[in-house]
């Protein structure tokens, strides 16, 4: 029967069950780790570009994308160096872009200081990286205890100490980061792998969305959450607030073998990269002609209709798209793009709907 006794949970979690987890969780993930490639190494940069892929993107995703960004860009000098089409291009399809242009923004300070720092305190400095991807560097590099606390780990450890506060809450972060950096090993080779075995843990034993597997579980002789059955409803997080929803109508322009692009603001949004012409709100078919009219171009042939949509951290885009043949230059900053022309441009996956579409058109003009 769970009970709340809040002295007495201070006392286990801070003192016992915590400070049990490192033998067993490191015996575990010996035996059990999936094989990555980022965990074969213990180059910062190879580090570096896999915690950054692999925020908010899922281990299976990221696997094809770390292996040909490495093998375009192998040294963090190729990086810093490399032209931002192709680099944008390479990141096509993981999305959060402005991931990619704090890659090479600290790729460029890193190549100027001519390596990489090997503190927590010194990798924070460089644009994106963040409390959690310095810590994960700093361990898994060079061996610093530094505790990295993401949401696996937030998940571990409040079924562990049966924690029922808020893990959104910036103070509770803080002292689940204090609390596992007191238990975290002290011998280098341990440290190194610490903080990926309790992530591996998060990720395919005390799982989300879903019964935890705590038969399975090395900490589940002593989990809180396990002995007194409250693991399925941790963590504890307070609603996120709904998504705005944004009304889009979305234009295939085609006219000889090519399509209309255009490239996005360079603050914002997917700001840079290329996109279908577009407008805010649902068009009908009796008033786009005025919409197309208003860029110089005349509708010739309509093609088709297609309803997408694409959801952001806190947005979700709802598109009306139209392919239609088109006859005109449109604004000036428009490029008409045929397939190669197409393919070499990254084009967010917001738009892989249309992208596919004119992709397919493409072909059938050639």
Not at 327 to 335: I, Q, S
Request: one cysteine or more; aromatic letters at 10%.
């Amino acid at each position: 029967m769970w009970y709340d006794n809040t002295m007495e949970r201070q006392k286990l979690t801070t003192e016992n069950e915590l400070s049990r987890l490192p033998g067993p969780l490191l015996a575990w993930y010996r035996e059990h780790a999936r094989d990555l490639p980022w965990r074969r190494t213990e180059d910062p940069y190879h580090i570096w570009v896999s915690e950054i892929m692999l925020q908010q993107t899922r281990v299976a995703a990221v696997l094809g994308y770390y292996a040909r960004f490495l093998e375009a860009f192998p040294s963090v000098e190729a990086l810093a160096a490399a032209p931002e089409e192709r680099l944008m291009k390479l990141w096509e399809g993981l999305g959060y872009y402005s991931r990619a242009r704090n890659l090479q923004r600290a790729a460029k300070a890193v190549t100027e200081m001519g390596g990489f720092p090997d503190t927590y305190e010194e990798l924070l400095k460089l644009p994106g990286v963040g409390d959690y991807t310095a810590s994960a560097i700093a361990s898994a590099a060079f061996g610093r205890r530094e505790a990295a606390v993401d949401g696996n780990v937030l998940r571990v450890v409040t079924r562990i100490t049966d924690c029922h506060d808020d893990i959104l809450d910036s103070k509770v972060k803080k002292s689940i980061r204090g609390q596992m950096q007191a238990v975290m090993p002290e011998r280098p080779e341990e440290i190194r792998i610490f903080n990926q075995a309790t992530m591996e843990l998060g990720a395919t034993v005390c799982v989300p969305n879903g019964p935890p597997r705590c038969g399975e579980c090395p900490a589940g002789a002593f989990c809180l959450g396990r002995i007194r059955n409250t693991a399925e409803v941790l963590p504890v997080k307070k609603p996120k607030r709904a998504r705005r929803v944004e009304e889009k109508t979305v234009f295939l322009f085609l006219r000889d073998g090519r399509v209309a692009l255009r490239k996005r603001p360079d603050t914002g949004l997917l700001a840079g990269l290329w996109e279908f012409p577009n407008v805010e709100g649902t068009l009908t078919e009796e008033t786009v002609p005025a919409a197309v009219s208003a860029w110089g171009l005349e509708p010739k042939a309509w093609r088709n209709k297609l309803a997408a949509k694409h959801t952001f951290t806190h947005v979700e885009w709802h598109m009306t798209g139209y392919t239609l043949e088109a006859a005109g230059d449109g604004p000036p900053e428009w490029e008409w793009a045929d397939a190669e022309g197409l393919a070499a441009r990254a084009v967010p996956s917001a738009f892989a709907r249309y992208y596919a579409e004119a992709r397919e058109q493409l072909k059938e003009s050639e």
